[in-house]
């Protein structure tokens, strides 16, 4: 059996047409990378501290023989609206759940052929944008995104490690070394994505701190004060570096219902959203990928957002937990409202 075309079959059924195969071995050429970014002190609270984990797919299956990588688009309106909005890679239902379980549909083909697999998305130790880049899917850009030539950066990654042969090293002619020469070659002179950044947390020659990344701000525990003006209207993730990205100009959009912006996340309403209780979380934002830093996370920024904004107090109705209590303090200090 073609295994790369059965499997290229299956996806292509369930709508999905950006994927590519690679073979599962120790990333050892990411190891400097890595330690270099140790060194300079900028990894990220989210990324894996232990680098063994982050080289080495085969402590996810030891008998892992290729990882298989895919890219689902998730946008739907390539247009932007002015104010306070979410991130438009938050508008749809929460990917980790949705990607999940198409990737199970593709595990349980893989099995029934007579493979193991085992399905990731997002929370997991594999740099998966390299990984996306090893099976061809598109180039990593200046903006540390992987582009695609139809979805351009619009796309989240999952993988799968089987402990099919489907690819042999000789097929696998990608590397670290090809990654930076393509970047330079596509991304050329260009420097939209450094000149948006609203923190200059892409560089130019160095590597990006995604500690100052606004979309990083946006999801950490805890703001210092100094970063409140900066949020400008982003209520969770931060899309600067892909709305100026002539990648991403004219790409399709996504062919996949679960990504259908919900109204609730397109239309805000900021007073509902400062105000909201348990029920409103669990029924609107805890379906989206906003919720996963939990629910006074979002109104700790609907409440920046708005406060800066508009310089007026009177919006919170009841402020019920200490942590929206002490932002609410330090904003009224700072505006001496
Ligand atoms: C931690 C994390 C974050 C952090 C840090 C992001 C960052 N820039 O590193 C924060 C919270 C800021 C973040 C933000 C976002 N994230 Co995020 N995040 C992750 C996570 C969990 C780990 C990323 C990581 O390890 N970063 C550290 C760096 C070193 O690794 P890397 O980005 O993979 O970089 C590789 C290449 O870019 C390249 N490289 C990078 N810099 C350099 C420099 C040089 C000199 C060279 C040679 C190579 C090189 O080599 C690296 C080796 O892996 C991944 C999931 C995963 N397991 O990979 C998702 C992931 C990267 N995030 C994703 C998304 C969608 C986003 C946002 C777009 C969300 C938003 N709209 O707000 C932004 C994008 C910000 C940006 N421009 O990078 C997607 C990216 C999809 C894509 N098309 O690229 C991922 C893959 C999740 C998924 N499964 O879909 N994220």
């Not at 979805?151 to 993988?159: A, I, K, Q, T």
């Not at 420097?191 to 701190?209: A, G, Q, R």
Request: neutral net charge; hydrophobic residues 30%.
């Amino acid at each position: 059996m073609n295994y790369e075309k059965e499997i290229v079959k299956v996806c292509s059924n369930l709508g999905l047409d950006i994927i590519g195969f690679t073979e599962c071995r120790k990333f050892h050429e990411l190891i400097e990378l890595f330690n270099n970014r140790k060194k300079q002190e900028i990894e990220n609270e989210f990324e894996e501290k232990i680098i063994e984990n982050r080289i080495n797919p085969n402590i996810y299956m030891r008998e892992g023989k290729t990882i298989i990588s895919i890219a689902f688009p998730y946008i739907y309106d390539l247009n932007y609206k002015d104010g306070i909005t979410f991130s438009k890679y938050t508008l749809g239902n929460d990917y980790h759940i949705v990607i999940k379980e198409y990737l199970d549909k593709i595990c349980t083909f893989i099995n029934s052929i007579g493979g193991k697999a085992k399905s990731f998305v997002d929370n997991n130790y594999l740099p998966e944008r390299y990984i996306a880049y090893l099976c061809g899917l598109g180039f990593i850009g200046r903006n540390n995104m992987l582009i695609t030539k139809k979805y351009g950066s619009y796309v989240f990654l999952g993988e799968i490690i089987t402990d099919l042969k489907i690819v042999s090293s000789s097929n696998c002619n990608l590397n670290y070394n090809n990654l930076i020469e393509d970047r330079d070659y596509q991304c050329n002179s260009c420097e939209c994505c450094l000149n948006s950044c609203p923190t200059s947390s892409i560089k130019k020659e160095d590597m990006c701190n995604p500690n100052y990344c606004l979309s990083y701000i946006t999801q950490k525990k805890y703001i210092e004060d100094e970063w409140f003006e900066k949020l400008n209207g982003r209520l969770f993730g931060c899309d600067s570096c892909q709305k100026v990205c002539p990648h991403n100009k004219n790409v399709s959009v996504s062919n996949l219902i679960e990504f259908k912006p919900y109204d609730f996340m397109q239309n805000i309403n900021i007073s509902e959203l400062i105000n909201m209780d348990n029920n409103d979380f669990k029924e609107k934002y805890k379906l989206t990928a906003s919720g996963w830093r939990g629910k006074n996370i979002i109104i700790r920024n609907a409440l920046i957002n708005y406060m800066i904004e508009s310089r007026n107090k009177n919006i919170i109705k009841n402020v019920k937990s200490p942590y929206i209590e002490d932002y609410y303090h330090r904003l009224l200090e700072k505006l001496l409202l």
